[in-house]
């Protein structure tokens, strides 16, 4: 997988505190948005976060490209509706070699269940191509690709949203792989605007507690979770 932040809004953090500033300031954005530098930025918005006033900080927009993930992952990723999404097309790009797959971790490490995994999808490459050599159009010949078929994606969500996704998508409950590319794609976004995802991660981050319940993943430590993500 390859996760990049291709662009994002400039000065994320000046415009959101500008914003945030507009509210009780009796001037126009503009001029509060000139004479605002950074350590007043982020104090403003650790402030106005901190009160749970969060809509400020959909001014700032953040887009990645999410290269060589599987169906299976964007299929999960494009549930979350405050996006914009565009996707490599199974209609016009052909499938035609094993390397075009995502092997997870626990099948790649079991030498039998690799060997069945591997076999499926050889046999379903053969199927695939089959189809193609009938002349069946790949639009219709892709029905039998499966989850793990490799994509590429590229997605823009506000901070706002951000911030939601990766609490539910940094959390150990969510499956590997998302987890993994939400994982750094907070890191990245922490590098370009730290004050609007400080604390961000899964929720016990922020909460403290596991929201989870019974659903709470016996490994699961939150004050080593906590550690690792507050120092992304
Ligand atoms: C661990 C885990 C397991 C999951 N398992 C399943 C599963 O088995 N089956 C399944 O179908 N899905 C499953 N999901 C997906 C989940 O149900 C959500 O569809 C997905 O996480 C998107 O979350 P969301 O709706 O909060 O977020 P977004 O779509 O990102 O929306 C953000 C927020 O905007 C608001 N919002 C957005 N649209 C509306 C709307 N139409 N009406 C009102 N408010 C809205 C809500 O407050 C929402 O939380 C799972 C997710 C996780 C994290």
Redesign the pocket.
């Known amino acids: 997988m390859k996760v990049k932040l291709l662009c994002y809004t400039p000065d994320p953090e000046r415009v959101c505190a500008a914003a945030a500033l507009t509210s009780p300031g009796s001037g126009g954005t503009s001029e509060i948005f000139e004479s605002l530098d950074l350590e007043k930025a982020r104090k403003t918005l650790k402030r106005i976060m901190g009160y749970g006033h969060v809509s400020v900080i959909e001014h700032a927009n953040f887009t990645f490209s999410l290269e060589e993930v599987s169906r299976a992952l964007t299929h ?1 990723l494009v ?4 996006a914009s999404y565009t996707q490599q097309s199974q209609r016009y790009v052909t499938y035609d070699t094993l390397q075009e797959y995502v092997t997870p971790p626990s099948i790649a490490e079991k030498p039998e269940a690799k060997k069945i995994f591997d076999e499926t999808l050889e046999n379903i490459s053969k199927t695939y191509q089959k189809l193609l050599d009938l002349g069946i159009h790949k639009e219709d010949a892709r029905y039998i690709l499966p989850n793990a078929a490799k994509t590429n994606i590229i997605v823009t969500m506000n901070a706002r ?1 951000l911030r ?2 990766f609490n ?2 940094c ?1 150990a ?2 499956q590997w792989e998302l987890r993994e590319v939400a994982t750094e794609m907070l890191r990245q976004v922490k590098k370009v605007a730290p004050s609007i995802f400080e604390n961000a991660g899964p929720n016990c981050v922020e909460l403290e507690f596991c929201p989870e319940g019974k659903l709470k993943p016996p490994e699961c430590n939150i004050e080593e979770i906590k550690a690792r993500f507050r120092s992304l």
């Open positions: 999960q549930r979350h509706r405050i949203e939601h996704f539910l998508r959390c409950r969510t």
